[in-house]
């Protein structure tokens, strides 16, 4: 089809890279391989602060992004009533799997969902047109790793902390976790970034290739994954990408302040130690006021 020639000044080019992906996207692809990756790199070291954390609150826990179950089981397993939300129906298929295995059905709650518009009753006690689940709010809510970030659109991020303080009860607790230094990444194309074999024995081996993207005017980091899975002769190759918002712990903390939360600490590690900007963890805590 012929454009027309255009009657006013001719518009600036536009940028030929690709726009930027939702956020969700990717991780459907990653459910195979989620586990496998975790597992040689941040393992399972934030489990026992999360599991504390709730142990400390009382009550039931929401966990945002709840993904293959990795935190969700370990909570379960120590006593805690949880309700795990996720939007991969691939990443849910895995979890739902381990919790039934695991005979933690009435324990761990699984929903399939979308964070910006939770399915729950007002944390406060009123009643919500919205919510199946019933039983008025949480003691805490968190969002593990980096969860958040993936709320590429500063609208998307706004309702879901409008949502996380209705649903959570005055004197609630809100954990988040971000990526560490993320707006500092370094970034680096083809690197191979782990090796290993996956679901031994008989399993396949698989090498991640992995190339990470700044997108400064955007403020997004972007990793663009290839998994080649090598079982007997066949090989197979899985490319997608997982985009997150490079946001630091002082402009998350201004965000939520301005949703009607009040911090409450500031962590650089799991142990419970101050932030600061060369930490390699960065955990907000923050509470629904009474």
């Not at 489990?47 to 966990?63: M, S, T």
């Not at 197979?236 to 490079?246: N, P």
């Not at 630091?248 to 590690?269: C, H, N, W, Y």
Request: charged share 30%; hydrophobic share 35%; proline share 6%.
């Amino acid at each position: 089809m012929t454009r027309p020639k255009a009657q006013s000044p001719k518009p600036k080019a536009r940028s030929r890279e690709p726009e930027a992906q939702e956020g969700h996207e990717g991780w459907d692809e990653y459910a195979p391989f989620y586990d496998w990756e975790n597992a040689r790199t941040l393992g399972k070291r934030d489990v026992p602060f999360w599991r504390n954390l709730a142990l400390l609150c009382g009550g039931r826990v929401l966990e945002l992004g709840c993904g293959t179950g990795r935190i969700s089981l370990p909570l379960g397993r120590a006593g805690v009533q949880l309700v795990g939300v996720d939007r991969s129906d691939p990443m849910l298929a895995r979890a739902r799997t381990r919790v039934r295995r695991a005979r933690l059905t009435t324990q761990v709650g699984l929903i399939r969902g979308d964070i910006r518009f939770l399915p729950f009753e007002d944390g406060d006690g009123t009643e919500s047109r919205r919510s199946p689940q019933g039983e008025g709010g949480f003691s805490m809510v968190f969002a593990p790793y980096g969860m958040l970030q993936s709320l590429l659109r500063e609208r998307d991020l706004t309702a879901t902390l409008t949502e996380v303080r209705r649903v959570l009860r005055p004197g609630g607790t809100f954990g988040i976790e971000l990526v560490a230094d993320l707006p500092a990444w370094q970034e680096y194309r083809q690197r191979v970034s782990l090796k290993g074999w996956r679901n031994k024995p008989g399993g396949s081996h698989v090498t991640l290739v992995e190339t990470v993207r700044q997108d400064r005017e955007r403020g997004l980091t972007i990793f663009d994954q290839e998994f080649s899975e090598r079982r007997g002769g066949k090989k197979r190759v899985h490319r997608f990408a997982l985009s997150f918002r490079t946001l630091s712990v002082p402009q998350m903390s201004r965000r939520l302040e301005k949703a009607g939360f009040e911090i409450t600490a500031l962590l650089g590690d799991y142990q419970g130690g101050p932030w600061d900007p060369r930490a390699d963890v960065w955990v907000i805590l923050a509470r629904n006021p009474l």
